[in-house]
């Protein structure tokens, strides 16, 4: 276990155990790196982590602070960035997709017609810097399920939305720890679209390994891989 998913757990405990409440201030950081026998470094590591779920508030010249959620969601909250750090299923999805879906773009971009570009400019134009993770991430998914239903072939739509809803824990994490998810994302969109747009296959397939890549590029970075 990475030893900043020990100090994860080792607070996990102390709020389950009531040792810590919602609302309350954590000891000073020497105090509470002693009690819990990790490095300094790894429990401010593990609170950066909290701080970014917002199971954790940090607070400039005063302190750190136990968020006022339930303790359930605290912990459900936990446990969620534990998963995401140990769980290699969703880099082999990744490659999965990396496999499937630029070939199913090839097939999309040779029949695709001038409406077809015409609704995803406006699945984009739904999107701002100001959309919430679980909206992008929501956008992602009907993005890419549209595109994938232009190839005309219902088993790859299926098998497509099989292994990209086996990586959305993945995208949310991305999209709630990575500064200019949402603007990265629109751009990638905005590159397949204008490919599809030009009915070049190639670069429509290219674009999208792009896209997957960037994703999967981050995600070994978070779970050290």
């Given at each position: 276990m990475a030893v900043t998913d020990e100090a994860i757990l080792r607070i996990k405990a102390m709020i389950r155990s009531g040792e810590l409440q919602p609302?309350?201030?954590?000891?000073?950081?020497?105090?509470?790196?002693?009690?819990?026998?990790?490095?300094?470094?790894?429990?401010?590591?593990?609170?950066?982590?909290?701080?970014?779920?917002?199971?954790?508030?940090?607070r400039q010249g005063d302190g750190t602070y136990v968020t006022s959620l339930t303790p359930d969601l605290l912990l459900d909250a936990m446990a969620f960035l534990v998963d995401i750090h140990q769980d290699s299923s969703a880099l082999e999805l990744f490659e999965v997709r990396r496999i499937l879906e630029p070939a199913a773009m090839t097939l999309a971009a040779r029949r695709a017609k001038p409406a077809d570009v015409e609704h995803l400019l406006g699945l984009l134009a739904q999107v701002h810097a100001t959309t919430s993770v679980d909206d992008l991430v929501d956008h992602d998914r009907v993005f890419h399920r549209y595109i994938a239903e232009l190839t005309g072939n219902a088993y790859l739509v299926g098998l497509l939305e099989t292994v990209s809803s086996g990586t959305l824990r993945a995208r949310v994490?991305?999209?709630?720890?990575?500064?200019?998810?949402?603007?990265r994302t629109l751009t990638e969109h905005h590159a397949i679209v204008d490919a599809l747009g030009k009915g070049d296959a190639a670069l429509a397939a290219a674009q999208t390994t792009v896209h997957i890549d960037g994703v999967a590029r981050w995600l070994r970075r978070a779970t050290g891989s």
């Amino acid at each position: 276990m990475a030893v900043t998913d020990e100090a994860i757990l080792r607070i996990k405990a102390m709020i389950r155990s009531g040792e810590l409440q919602p609302g309350d201030r954590l000891p000073p950081e020497k105090e509470l790196s002693d009690a819990l026998g990790l490095s300094r470094s790894s429990l401010r590591e593990a609170v950066k982590a909290l701080e970014v779920i917002r199971v954790l508030d940090v607070r400039q010249g005063d302190g750190t602070y136990v968020t006022s959620l339930t303790p359930d969601l605290l912990l459900d909250a936990m446990a969620f960035l534990v998963d995401i750090h140990q769980d290699s299923s969703a880099l082999e999805l990744f490659e999965v997709r990396r496999i499937l879906e630029p070939a199913a773009m090839t097939l999309a971009a040779r029949r695709a017609k001038p409406a077809d570009v015409e609704h995803l400019l406006g699945l984009l134009a739904q999107v701002h810097a100001t959309t919430s993770v679980d909206d992008l991430v929501d956008h992602d998914r009907v993005f890419h399920r549209y595109i994938a239903e232009l190839t005309g072939n219902a088993y790859l739509v299926g098998l497509l939305e099989t292994v990209s809803s086996g990586t959305l824990r993945a995208r949310v994490w991305r999209g709630l720890s990575e500064e200019g998810s949402v603007e990265r994302t629109l751009t990638e969109h905005h590159a397949i679209v204008d490919a599809l747009g030009k009915g070049d296959a190639a670069l429509a397939a290219a674009q999208t390994t792009v896209h997957i890549d960037g994703v999967a590029r981050w995600l070994r970075r978070a779970t050290g891989s």
